[in-house]
């Protein structure tokens, strides 16, 4: 298996920028397809971004589309998420996720997750 641990999360002003990071542990890291979810307060858990194993192919949310960026680092066994131009309704808790094969945007579809990082976004 594969242990994530997600750290970054801070307070932050809107239209500020924040860089999220997820270290990874596990032999095979370098074969899970890698995603970043949130959670805000009274919301269901929801998709942000995701990276393939070799970090060719990437797919964003559209509320996040070109606003943040997501990356991988397979000899460092990393994840980050880079977010720029951020907004209140970014407020969350942002979690990394590792998943086999394609990777998207259904949560079920992920095998191991970490244990979140706050993420508050300012007026």
């Known amino acids: 298996q594969v242990q994530l641990v997600e750290s970054g999360g801070r307070l932050v002003q809107a239209g500020g920028s924040l860089r999220l990071s997820c270290a990874a542990s596990g032999r095979s890291f370098s074969s899970y397809g890698m995603g970043w979810f949130r959670q805000a307060p009274g919301k269901e858990r929801e998709f942000v971004a995701a990276v393939s194993w070799s970090g060719s192919s990437t797919y964003y949310a559209d509320s996040v589309q070109g606003r943040f960026t997501i990356s991988r680092d397979n000899a460092k066994n990393t994840v980050a998420l880079q977010m720029n131009s951020l907004k209140p309704e970014d407020t969350a808790v942002y979690y990394c996720?590792?998943?086999?094969?394609?990777?998207?945007?259904?949560?079920?579809?992920?095998?191991?997750w970490g244990q979140g990082t706050q993420v508050t976004v300012s007026l």
């Open positions: 996720a590792a998943g086999r094969g394609i990777v998207g945007p259904t949560a079920q579809e992920y095998d191991f």
